[in-house]
């Protein structure tokens, strides 16, 4: 059969999404496994999964530091040793920190599972922080934070959440001298504390053949124990500034990073999904409106965008750029232009039908492996939306099917208020 490229592919609608179905079980002490089975490939991602500890204050940097020197060694392991042991079997390891929860990562093949699953075990019940590993943990963390306060957008991004998070794990920003403030003794406590079954979600995906759950569930079950002390994973209340515009000067910028938005609502919210519809049409992707003007027609800038954060505890619409430093102020009000039209002019049915196939050809496309299942269903538990899975995905495609341009006007007007938009601004102005 011979194709006509002149003809345009032929437009099918999305009618539903296949989710593939987790395996719950419920482990003795506490631990939650979700096992999703998938794939033709001998491999499986182990993900275990921590929310973090409250905040505090005096010792603020406990929770990225804990998570961060987890594989610098145990009292029977050095830091050399576990990547050697993680290298021999072709396996992968790595620590994420995140605003709401830490995780320890192992891709390992199946048939070394046996042997790498005792490595993180190790590391999970015996980590011990050794002197010298912190030394050098503050020290490069240090340099990297002195690098990094030299470009303007990292420096726009810490204000803008510090606005907006104010003294909170969000709001943190971490000073040189913060860093001195790490005490081996408090770290030993605080992993006790946090990385205990109790506080803890397993989530496995891959091909799961027989024995591979056993396995994983033989060394994480009765082979660990909680600690007399309970995990407190709550968070004190997120207070946002009363000013509003932040402007932090740099003479000889030749760009100023511009941030600016608002605290905004999580998944929980049922004006979620119709939301991220309207950004999508803001900034949320090559085609958006921020694009086309401040990028396409007047050239200020490689690029901009605007997005949605998430989180347990709250949320936030932001946009995000680097603009030239002389054309800074121009950008903000092109920025408050675009913002204005959303709320007064209603979006034409041609770019509503553009996003529309954009957001669902992205969900189809974000499910591409049994990895990817396992990460929309993530987005859901940890926001305490686990029991709604497969309504949630269902509701999301007929959102964006189906929502009209007259209710992303009223969104707008809810939203997106330039006069209540915090503002960083780092450059020149």
Avoid at 295 to 304: L, V, W
């Amino acid at each position: 059969m011979i194709i006509d490229r002149k003809k345009a592919p032929e437009f099918r609608a999305i009618d539903n999404i296949n989710l593939i179905k987790p395996v719950k079980q419920k482990l003795d002490n506490g631990c939650n496994v979700f096992s999703f089975n998938s794939g033709d490939q001998d491999l499986v991602r182990i993900e275990w999964i921590f929310g973090n500890q409250r905040f505090d204050e005096k010792k603020p940097l406990l929770n990225v530091a804990v998570n961060t020197m987890l594989t610098d060694g145990t009292s029977t392991l050095t830091a050399a040793q576990i990547a050697d042991k993680v290298d021999f079997y072709g396996a992968f390891l790595q620590v994420d920190y995140g605003y709401d929860n830490s995780q320890v990562v192992l891709y390992s093949l199946n048939k070394h599972l046996q042997h790498t699953l005792p490595v993180i075990k190790d590391i999970l019940t015996d980590s011990v922080f050794p002197e010298k590993e912190l030394e050098t943990f503050i020290r490069n963390q240090q340099q990297k934070l002195q690098v990094s306060m030299q470009k303007n957008d990292f420096v726009a991004r810490r204000g803008f959440n510090k606005a907006l998070y104010g003294d909170t794990l969000y709001g943190l920003g971490a000073e040189n001298d913060t860093y001195k403030t790490l005490r081996r003794e408090d770290m030993l406590l605080f992993f006790k504390q946090m990385y205990q079954p109790s506080n803890c979600t397993i989530i496995v995906a891959g091909k799961i053949e027989p024995g591979i759950l056993e396995l994983i569930t033989d060394t994480f079950d009765k082979k660990w124990v909680n600690s007399s002390e309970k995990s407190d994973t709550s968070q004190p209340e997120l207070k946002p500034s009363a000013e509003h515009f932040y402007f932090i000067e740099k003479p000889d910028a030749l760009q100023s990073a511009i941030r600016m938005g608002i605290p905004a609502i999580n998944r929980n919210h049922p004006d979620f999904a119709a939301l991220q519809v309207l950004n999508t049409i803001l900034g949320g992707y090559f085609g958006s409106r921020l694009m086309a003007n401040i990028r396409e027609d007047k050239g200020y800038t490689y690029g901009i965008g605007s997005g949605m954060s998430a989180l347990k505890h709250g949320g936030a619409l932001f946009i995000a750029t680097e603009v030239g430093a002389d054309v800074c102020k121009a950008a903000v009000n092109e920025i408050e232009k675009e913002l204005n039209l959303l709320q007064t002019e209603l979006i034409t049915e041609e770019e509503l039908s553009l996003v529309r196939n954009f957001l669902l050809g992205s969900l189809l496309g974000s499910l591409e492996n049994v990895f990817s299942h396992a990460d929309k269903f993530k987005n859901l538990y940890f926001a305490g939306l686990d029991y709604d899975y497969y309504d949630y995905y269902d509701r999301y495609v007929e959102t964006v099917k189906t929502v009209t341009a007259g209710h992303l006007q009223e969104l707008a007007k809810q939203y997106l208020n330039f006069n209540q938009f915090y503002k960083v601004i780092v450059g020149k102005y």
